[in-house]
């Protein structure tokens, strides 16, 4: 998988020897010898990793160019590395605070710089998939352009799994991540709750910590889990096999508590990120197929949805049959109570419809006062029973709703027609529905009609 990336160093013989190793593995290179050049063409660019130097010579330096960038909204979600000369905590506690995802020290290792980057990268390609969806959903009107998700979830408390059989380091981790987070030990008495990271071990003697990770990643319900993995300090065969199989982080031991709680909370940030980006897109398609009225699908999903059931049923599948429901004198409520009133009435009369279909029917809203019912795997009989229960309900007891001066008596017309003939298409077998509709408005309202194919039921 290629990318982007942008190398930042004062030193042209280390932009170079970088983008050696970096071209050779099919990377974009793009380069930056300050920090304030950095900053802007982060943002003119928008690579998809940062590899910034820390020591860079007047202006601003590595530490404050990350800050600048993990602060701008169009280039917060970038991933940064740290690279520098300092192989001390308070550097990495630096780096880590001003909200870079790693730091790793000069002389950099090939082979743990290649997989770091190789797995900020699969989650950069995620992250950007989800941001494209939900520009895609701003533009057609789905999404409201509400503020950043990175600056809503600031605050990372969260619910922490730790995966591991070393008691002393357990009690550290412990004491590390519960001055902010609910922690849990896999296979002790607490319970955090469904966790929001995984801090595993892969030097247990216990379980195998590299097929947790594995599985992790593989498992539908625990993919997007961010994992941070626990190695020794010299054991960079293990790091690289951990960030291989799926792990985000790592972090040597023996355990520093302040960096195990960095890294936790910047993990923990990324993953709020990405969770409040896909609920928005859920919301969206939610949008997208809902009327946001009654709640019930509305005409763009009933179309969806008939198209193929009809077709299926052409080709020997079971029947489908479509109801077409109008309230009775609708606009009469409208034009003596208000359009507020008429608008509750809606609401009522949805509800009371979407209780009495089948869980595998689709109740649709087509406009104003007329709905639709398809019903999967349902005759012209079994379609009029449902349909006459439906109207019995709807008539059985007055809508109570707000702004009405009393009850309101509701009756509801409706037809219903079943895919019969070897030609029906969504729209004809619609369209018999309606005449069915019609015919019961025409007959005085209040009454289910069932119209076949070729004449009047």
């Known amino acids: 998988m290629s990318a982007r990336i942008l190398v930042v160093d004062d030193l042209e013989a280390n932009r170079r020897l970088l983008q050696a190793k970096l071209g050779a593995a099919y990377y974009e290179v793009l380069t930056a010898q300050r920090g304030e050049e950095a900053v802007q063409r982060a943002k003119r660019e928008r690579p998809d990793i940062v590899l910034m130097d820390v020591m860079m010579p007047g202006g601003i330096d590595g530490f404050e160019a990350c800050r600048r960038i993990k602060a701008a909204p169009e280039t917060r979600h970038i991933p940064v590395i740290i690279l520098t000369t300092l192989d001390d905590r308070g550097s990495r506690l630096r780096g880590l605070q001003a909200g870079a995802e790693d730091f790793l020290t000069k002389p950099i290792d090939e082979v743990q710089l290649m997989a770091r980057v190789k797995s900020l990268v699969g989650l950069k390609v995620v992250i950007d998939e989800l941001r494209a969806r939900e520009a895609s959903g701003k533009r057609i009107g789905v999404i409201e352009d509400t503020p950043d998700p990175l600056e809503k979830h600031r605050l990372v408390a969260g619910n922490v799994l730790l995966v591991d059989d070393n008691p002393t380091q357990i009690k550290r981790a412990k004491a590390a991540l519960g001055l902010e987070h609910r922690v849990a030990v896999l296979g002790g008495d607490a319970d955090a709750g469904p966790p929001d990271l995984v801090v595993v071990s892969v030097n247990a003697k216990a379980f195998d910590g590299f097929r947790i990770i594995a ?163 349902a005759n012209g009989d079994l379609a009029c029973h449902a349909a006459e229960r439906l109207r019995r309900s709807i008539c059985a007891e007055p809508f109570s709703v707000p702004g009405a001066p009393h009850p309101l008596d509701i009756t509801v017309s409706i037809g219903v027609a079943c895919s019969e003939h070897a030609e029906d298409t969504a729209d004809t077998l619609l369209k018999r529905a309606d005449e069915a509709l019609y015919e019961a408005k025409r007959s005085g309202r209040n009454r289910v009609v069932g119209k076949a194919a070729r004449s009047a039921a």
């Open 215 to 377: 599985r992790m990643r593989s498992g539908a319900a625990t993919r997007h889990l961010p994992i941070l993995a626990i190695v020794d300090s010299d054991d960079r065969t293990r790091a690289v096999r951990a960030l291989e199989l799926g792990a985000h982080d790592i972090i040597a031991r023996p355990l520093d508590e302040d960096e195990l709680l960095a890294r936790a909370r910047t993990l923990m940030r990324r993953k709020r990120y990405m969770d409040a980006l896909r609920s928005r897109l859920d919301q969206s398609l939610e949008l997208a197929i809902t009327d946001q009225l009654t709640g019930l699908y509305n005409r763009r999903f009933l179309f969806s949805q008939l198209a193929p059931l009809v077709q299926r049923s052409q080709c020997g599948g079971d029947p489908v049959s479509a109801m077409t429901l109008d309230i009775d004198h609708f606009k009469r409520c409208n034009d003596t109570f208000g359009h507020d009133v008429g608008d509750a009435v809606l609401q009522e009369f949805a509800a009371r419809l979407a209780s009495n279909v089948r869980p595998s029917d689709f109740a649709c809203r087509m406009g104003g006062e007329e709905f639709v019912v398809i019903m999967p795997r």
